[in-house]
């Protein structure tokens, strides 16, 4: 299976871990092969041009990672990306997860969301798409089924994910701000926040922490 992890940050310095932190779970979960690569970008790059550079790639799946500053573009990218060349397109992070079926129904070139922490939920995902599960097996998935919008009990996690950092993801920073999670989750529950939306406050493993510094 090929798959395309995209990313549209705020700006150039700014450079998500997300993406990478999807790369990590593949490689450390998944049973499926998958042939994937990362497409970063910014919410003030030509939208258009992002879009091709996915499209040449010719996927068998797109992913997104979205936030709240480009959610906007996030959609624009991937109407054209499904207008082109029909591929499967799942969108994850906070900005979707939290109103998964509205997303599935206004926005019919989406084909999936998923809720949850994408280490753990997304290689279960892609693994279902190669024929090895079902659609009931993935933690946190929002789909469509005979008209009807289904949704699976996201899961909460207590282990560590595995570590993005690898030479790919240094390379790719090329000297920009890089992120290192010490923990997930948040012990308050802030109508408008999303940070304690599910899980609770956790710390990540002390020596993982040490080795990815």
């Given amino acids: 299976m090929k798959l395309v992890i995209g990313c549209l940050n705020s700006k150039y310095i700014h450079a998500s ?6 790369a990590a779970g593949i ?6 092969n998958i042939e994937y690569s990362i497409a970063e970008g910014t ?9 091709q550079k996915i ?7 797109v992913s997104f990672c979205c936030y709240i500053w480009n959610i906007t573009q996030t959609l624009y990218v991937c109407e054209k990306i499904k207008n082109a060349i029909g591929c499967a397109v799942v969108l994850g992070g906070p900005e979707v997860a939290f109103r998964a079926k509205d997303v ?3 926005y019919p070139f989406v084909d999936y969301v998923l809720s949850g922490e994408g ?3 997304f290689p279960v995902f892609l693994d279902m798409l190669g024929g090895m599960g079902e659609k009931s097996d993935v933690a946190g998935l929002t789909y469509r089924k005979d008209g009807d919008i289904l949704s699976v009990e996201e899961k909460c996690y207590t282990e560590t994910p595995p570590s993005p950092f690898n ?10 701000i890089c992120y290192i ?15 304690g939306r599910v899980s609770k406050l956790r710390f990540f493993d002390m020596e993982t922490v040490k080795s990815d510094l």
């Fill in 17 to 22: 871990s997300a993406p990478w932190c999807l």
């Fill in 27 to 32: 490689r450390s979960f998944c049973k499926t």
């Fill in 43 to 51: 919410i003030n790059a030509d939208l258009d041009l992002y879009a």
């Fill in 55 to 61: 499209i040449d790639q010719h996927p068998d799946t």
């Fill in 104 to 106: 599935l129904t206004r």
């Fill in 119 to 121: 280490e753990f939920c």
């Fill in 167 to 176: 030479d790919e993801y240094l390379d790719a920073l090329d000297g920009r």
């Fill in 181 to 195: 999670e010490t923990s997930r989750g948040c012990p308050y529950r802030c109508a408008f926040c999303l940070s």
